[in-house]
T-cell receptor, first 112, second 116 residues
Framework: KQEVTQIPAALSVPEGENLVLNCSFT??????LQWFRQDPGKGLTSLLLIQSSQREQTSGRLNASLDKSSGRSTLYIAASQPGDSATYLCAVRGSGTYKYIFGTGTRLKVLA | GAGVSQSPRYKVAKRGQDVALRCDPI?????LFWYQQALGQGPEFLTY????????KSGLPSDRFFAERPEGSVSTLKIQRTQQEDSAVYLC??????????????FGPGTRLTVL
């Protein structure tokens, strides 16, 4: 059974810092991995989608990497801003399935 | 519309009441998903539709939960005889599901259900 873990659970950093959020999964037979952002009381906003054949994806200040064999993904946020404060969730879709298995998220607070 | 919409955004129900939650997916999206998100947790899968066919309902927590998508577009999640443990945010997501470039899931804002 796929399990997804995110560490740290919470993170507080000063503005301008580069930071890394971690996601690990127990079953490497995945189809893709997607990183989301969730603001309080809101739905999920897709940030980056990495197919199982890809190693990384980039969008603006965000870079997500995938190491399928070790069951890990990282989300790198460059030059963090207060507007980046949110909960970041990673979700894994297993091979042969359509549903996502989510981690419990990392609550990020960027201090001005 | 431009994105996935859900209604109502907030629902308060007395224990034992039936509720119906609606999801309007992105036009043309084949796949539709329902997830349940408890406070402080990640979303958990409930059920999946491809067009009007419910292909996976393994995540529905009990037979009080029922979902339908009769015309392959709008979907309704119904919860009968609500219990306090049903209190959560219910998220709907859709995806095009045509080839690897189109399986990104897009989420709606969710319906926050509170059962008193």
């Amino acid at each position: 059974k796929q399990e997804v873990t995110q560490i740290p659970a919470a993170l507080s950093v000063p503005e301008g810092e580069n930071l890394v959020l971690n996601c690990s999964f127990t079953d490497s037979a995945i189809y893709n991995l997607q990183w989301f952002r969730q603001d309080p009381g809101k739905g999920l906003t897709s940030l980056l989608l990495i197919q199982s054949s890809q190693r990384e994806q980039t969008s603006g200040r965000l870079n997500a990497s995938l190491d399928k064999s070790s069951g890990r993904s990282t989300l790198y946020i460059a030059a963090s801003q207060p507007g980046d404060s949110a909960t970041y969730l990673c979700a894994v879709r297993g091979s042969g399935t359509y549903k996502y298995i989510f981690g419990t998220g990392t609550r990020l607070k960027v201090l001005a | 519309g431009a994105g996935v919409s859900q209604s109502p955004r907030y629902k308060v129900a007395k224990r034992g009441q039936d509720v119906a939650l609606r999801c309007d997916p992105i036009s043309g999206h084949v796949s539709l998903f329902w997830y349940q998100q408890a406070l402080g947790q990640g979303p958990e899968f409930l059920t999946y539709f491809q067009n009007e066919a419910q292909l996976d309902k393994s995540g529905l927590p009990s037979d009080r939960f029922f979902a339908e998508r009769p015309e392959g577009s709008v979907s309704t999640l119904k919860i009968q005889r609500t219990q306090q443990e049903d209190s959560a945010v219910y998220l709907c997501a859709s995806s095009q599901n045509r080839g690897s470039s189109y399986n990104e899931q897009f989420f709606g804002p969710g319906t926050r259900l509170t059962v008193l």
